[in-house]
């Protein structure tokens, strides 16, 4: 609500920061250094604040990606999901090599290709990134599908569900379920950690997304 006072105390932190990194030797990288204004609106706001870092202008971004996850100014995860597409369609055209009916590796073999090559880049962030909306995410339901049947060796017209019952891998959604309350449980275990408290808030998106599959007795 007010850009002004923002931008101080957002220099007087980053002062903090260079001052402290430079006791230590530490240099920050201009070019890994990116500031991303989050808006949920179309609505005009004002322009982003210039910011500097150890002397250096902070570059003003619409996107960055942080611990391999891409964070647009929306939070809508779009581009990450497109991003994420892409790189599994790479692997799907190894496996696609891989998996020839004539010269290719068999069915258990191709299904752990699947497993190293493609369900852990789709694993990788998902109890995050599947909180956009149903419509981005089918893109990767596809990706799954057209994996399966080329390490089963399936028709084009085998429905989905099938390949998932054949092949033994669960839908990208309740993977996402299962990956989710895995998350959660390891956190609830370290009561001393500042992630903890955040966990299991009643405002945890994530614990929410849980909480409206689970059924109570």
Known sequence: SNPLRAKRLLQQNLNSIASWASDRGFRFSSGKTGL?????HHRSSPPAPTLFLQGFKINILNSYKFLGLTFDQKLSWSLHIKL?????QRSINVLK???HPRIGCN??????LYKSLIRSQLDYGAPIYRQTSKAILKSLDTIQSSALRMALGAFRTSPNISLCAESAEPPLHFRSLTLTANFLAS???FPDLPLHIFTLSPGNSLLHSLKTH???V
């Open 107 to 112: 069915r258990k073999l191709t299904l752990q």
């Open 214 to 216: 689970l059924h109570y």
């Open 187 to 189: 956190a609830a275990q």
């Open 84 to 88: 994420l597409k892409a790189k599994c």
């Open 36 to 40: 991303v204004i989050f808006r949920k």
């Open 97 to 99: 090599y891989l998996s």
